[in-house]
Each structure stands twice: as C-alpha cells, then as structure tokens.
C-alpha cells in the first residue's frame, strides 16, 4: 500500500504559477512511476503529466511548455511546476503512483491521493 499526500494547491491569478507536490509513503519500493491528473467537476480525469524513476516524463499536449514534473527518489516526492496558468487549468489535481508506467499512463494506477485544489482566477 503507498500513501500520497498532495500540497501547494490554491488560487493564482492567469498568468501565475504554482508547485504541486506530492510525498510518498508506505510501499514505495514498488513505485516505478509517479505521475498527476486532474478532474474538472462533471468530466473525466485527465492525465497532466508523469515520470519514470530513470526519469523519462509524458506531458499532456495542453500542459506542454509550461508544466514540468520532477522528482526526488531520495526523498519519495513528485513535483508540479505550472507556469503561465490559464483558467482552464482550473480543477483538483492528484497524485498517481504505480509499478506500470503502462497502467498509469491509460488512467489506472493502483495509488490516489486525496487531491488538491487549483483555482486559476482574477
């Protein structure tokens, strides 16, 4: 069982930025990928972005060139920078773990966070 305890959300204006971040715990050695999606009230979740332990990352096309997602394998947390935020970006963003890149990447991991809030209004 791996536990995920999101922060940094919360109202930016358009234009800002925000750093999501998310801290593992539990089973982590079983966590190969950890990634983000988010979910607007009444649509599905949608994938913003993952990354390998080696590194290798997938963004979601409406995220790229302003979001990066990072990690600290020694300290078992995932990072979301977002830069130039729209309102659209406007939903509940979790944090995804899973062993399958594969799983994760089609929207199933086993690992879910709570979720935390980004508001993106003036």
């Known amino acids: 069982q791996v536990q995920l305890v999101e922060s940094g959300g919360g109202l930016v204006q358009p234009g800002g930025s925000l750093r999501l971040s998310c801290a593992a715990s539990?089973?982590?050695?079983?966590?190969?990928?950890l990634g983000w999606y988010r979910q607007v009230p009444g649509k599905q979740r949608e994938l913003v972005a993952a990354?390998?332990?080696?590194?290798?990352?997938n963004y979601a096309d409406f995220v790229k060139g302003r979001f990066t997602i990072s990690r600290d394998n020694a300290k078992n947390t995932v990072y979301l920078t977002m830069n130039i935020l729209k309102s659209e970006d406007t939903a509940v963003y979790y944090c995804?773990?899973?062993?399958?890149?594969?799983?994760?990447?089609?929207?199933?991991?086993?690992?879910w966070g709570q979720g935390t809030q980004v508001a993106v209004s003036s």
């Open positions: 995804t773990a899973d062993p399958s890149e594969l799983r994760l990447l089609q929207g199933n991991p086993r690992n």
């Open positions: 539990g089973s982590i050695v079983s966590i190969n990928v």
């Open positions: 990354i390998t332990r080696g590194g290798s990352t």
